[in-house]
């Protein structure tokens, strides 16, 4: 797997938009970026992935450099159950079958 | 969407005693699950892989005799801890594959089991 790296912490006021940024810049030409957040003592809950346009569902948004060596995940009004760690993962198609791998990530801490 | 359980949420028990942990997926058929171990503050370590209907395959330094995984069915892979110790408390998380997904998400996750040997 490509290797990200990702803040350790962010803080967000809540209603603001949060960007958590990840460098990926040793990312292969197939691998697809994929953020990850686990709130406390829950599971780890899927939010959205990419190639390299950018993507955008109900929970955030998806940017991806042009050099797709960077991303950046935002959240465009963070409220406090978004206080989380996000975790930015990169991988190929051809690992499907294996278990995603986590780095350390960011926590992101929303406060009123 | 896919859900993933697991039983216990969370369980006490003592020292040298064994306690078995299910993972379940409820609407979908798994042929691979994972199981996770994650100690307070740190991210989550892979402990196995467990295939249905074959050995698990275990990450370096992980006591295969200690942490025994059998996934016997489509939709249930279980963990055992073997005669537990205090060392061993920690938050035990499983996740699986949709074996008809052939992108995406590819894994879900179980809600976690909290274990405190005591």
């Known amino acids: 797997d490509a290797k990200t790296t990702q803040p350790t912490s962010m803080d967000c006021a809540e209603g603001r938009a949060a960007n958590l940024p990840c460098n990926h810049s040793t990312i292969s030409g197939n691998e697809y970026v994929y953020w990850y957040r686990q709130i406390h003592s829950q599971g780890p809950q899927y939010i959205i992935h990419?190639?390299?346009n950018n993507e955008t569902n109900e929970m955030a948004s998806l940017i991806i450099t042009e050099d797709r060596k960077s991303s950046t995940l935002i959240l465009p009004h963070a409220t406090l159950r978004d206080t989380a760690v996000y975790y930015c993962i990169v991988r190929s198609p051809n690992q499907a079958g294996t278990a995603l791998i986590f780095g350390k990530g960011t926590t992101l801490s929303v406060s009123s | 969407g896919a859900v993933v359980s697991q039983h216990p949420s969370w369980v006490i028990c003592k020292s040298g005693t064994s306690v078995k942990i299910e993972c379940r997926s409820l609407?979908?058929?798994?042929?691979?699950m994972f199981w996770y171990r994650q100690f307070p503050k740190q991210s989550l370590m892979l402990m196995a892989t467990?295939?249905?209907?074959?050995?698990?395959?275990?990450e370096q330094g992980v006591e295969k005799d200690k942490f025994l995984i059998n996934h016997a069915s489509l939709t249930l892979s279980t963990l055992t801890v073997t005669s537990a110790h205090p060392e061993d408390s920690s938050f035990y998380i499983c996740?699986?594959?949709?074996?008809?997904?052939?992108?995406?998400?590819?894994?879900?996750f179980g809600p976690g089991t909290r274990l405190t040997v005591t």
């Open positions: 990419g190639l390299k």
């Open positions: 467990s295939n249905e209907g074959s050995k698990a395959t275990y």
């Open positions: 609407d979908f058929q798994a042929t691979t």
């Open positions: 996740s699986a594959r949709d074996h008809r997904d052939s992108g995406s998400y590819e894994q879900y």
